[in-house]
């Protein structure tokens, strides 16, 4: 909390500038804790319960000043699966609060740094790619067709269409209605993205998203009034539970098994569960960091404390697990949030959402909340970005379009997977071609070849240096020259000394500069 007090002590905007990012954010995370939920099998408000404590207990503790966390729809299988497999929701709810024990333990032992090891060129794909599936799986509920749950992202769906069949599908079934609002609230959020709007001093201040939201509820008390036929009702509008007593809410918690605690099967989900809501959380922690205009870096470490005890709470009050979630956090940054204080009030407005204002919510069509992400899908994924990373060269270009695609046509997890494996081929090639340079000299028709190593040679340098020595000829003068070199790998020092042992033979002159004498196979025979 000291960070968010500093921060606002030197710029006292920054409160206000929260608080209508939280706005927004609400907007966003308001349906997808609903559709999350809805999608995962489990009851609805346990999609609130892990946005509000998504926003208030890991928004408090967790180091990121633009990071917001609820539930994700990366672990919407997982948890599924986990549901049918335990047999109960209160057993896998033990094993929720076993998972955040497990974040906890990570965090302590420093796992967060494995958040570092994502390429550049991976995350911006994977950035873009979410971008595109919230486009594609959000225009359906723009042209009125909610069959499918809100939060759900992947591309094969469980009743056997993939996201392009369901996109037809839905061009077939418009309702013109929520075709409306969808699209009067695409006008608004352009509009208000304006230069024109930018520079006045007063619309500036209020988030479009909450004007787009405002229109499509009048819009629709309009067509009820005067077009009933176009009106939208039902499943195309938010669908909060109604809270109106203690009794109420006290007949919405679920609360965990404990007795099952030592059960293997509830371990080995907690295991999963740690293991999968970590790394989705390093992942949008790292790529929250890159949006964020001022450039600051979160702590891992952290992060996952802050998880895992976001985890544990979610667990007891019959919660679904909680990870950072790009989503939020994009819509979030594009909404001028400056501190964590903006995911803190995404929570409360959540909480006052169901206890207070869940009747009046209940009017907002979500064709206009649709609108909303769709926006926030075309700033994740905007032409440029592809131009700059082509510009790049192939290394950049390759790994980033493999991980779009990946992600696409899988998951987020799995698709990371993909581009990082087709990153680390770009890496170990880029190893395989630069470990040393090159130079020849001629000197009273006397050639000799100087080599000399770059700074840093590993074991993933040895078959390229192989390869070139391999291509001398015989009767050449070479140096091999380390003096500049830091670090050396124990099997290249062994190559080139074992190399210098069959030069004589070759008829080669080989001179080694700074080249540590190691102790071989060879030597100990």
Known sequence: MLNIDIYIMKKPSFLKNDILAGLVVFLVALPLCLGIALASGAPMFSGIIAGVIGGLCVGAISGSHTAVSGPAAGLIIIVVNAIQDLGAYDMFLTAVILAGLFQIILGICKAGIIGLYFPSNVIKGMLSAIGLILILKQIPHLLGVDKDAFGEEEFFQKDGATTFSYLLDALAEIHLGVLAAGLLSISILLIWDSKTIKQNTLLKQIPGALIAVVAAVILNVLLLNFAPSLAISGAHLVSLPSITSANDLSGLLVFPNLSVIGNKDVVICAITLAVVASLETLLSLEAADKLDPMKRSSPQNRELIAQGSGNILSGLIGGLPITAVIVRSSA?????????????????????????FSKMLNYIPLASLAAILILVGYKLTKPMLYIQQYKLGWNQFIPFIVTIVAILFSDLLIGIIIGMAVGVFYILKANYEIPYYVSEETNQ???????????????????????????????SNITIDGSTTKTIDYDVLEMLHHYKRQSKEKGISLTLISIPEVETETDSH
């Open 332 to 356: 979030n940054i594009n909404a001028g949030a400056k501190t964590k204080t903006a995911t803190i009030v995404h929570g409360l407005f959540l909480t006052l959402a169901v206890l207070v």
């Open 445 to 475: 028709g006397d050639q000799k070849i100087n080599i000399r190593l770059s700074e840093h040679v590993s074991f993933l340098n040895k078959p390229s240096l192989y390869a070139k020595l391999n291509e001398l000829p015989s009767g």
